[in-house]
């Protein structure tokens, strides 16, 4: 199997939409590890490990859930991810996507790449 650093932005972008959570968080930290991990791919990563629940601030602040989340949250922001070829569709309702602009979730939590 082919190590997950050296993979191309498209196949990490198929291993982390197929992958299952129940098996921990080890695979996703190495996917937005990757150097050719794509912002689509990082913010689907956000939105998989379930990132809708953090943004609402309903969490707990020890679990590796949200050492997860948060790290990947503050990457987005940081910019650390480049733009690149792939696109994401937020998977989120107009009334959700609303509500967060009313508590100042940053834009690009809220808008499709």
Known sequence: MMNIEDMEAKHLDILISEYNWDN???VPQM????KNCELATALETFYL???YSYLLQNNSESSE???FV?????RIL????SKGDLSYSIPLTKTQIYKFKKVNVPDIFITDI
């Open 31 to 34: 996917v937005v590890d990757s």
């Open 49 to 51: 490990a379930d990132g």
């Open 65 to 67: 859930w949200f050492q």
């Open 78 to 81: 940081d910019e650390s991810f």
């Open 70 to 74: 948060s790290c990947l949250y503050k």
């Open 24 to 26: 921990g968080f080890r």
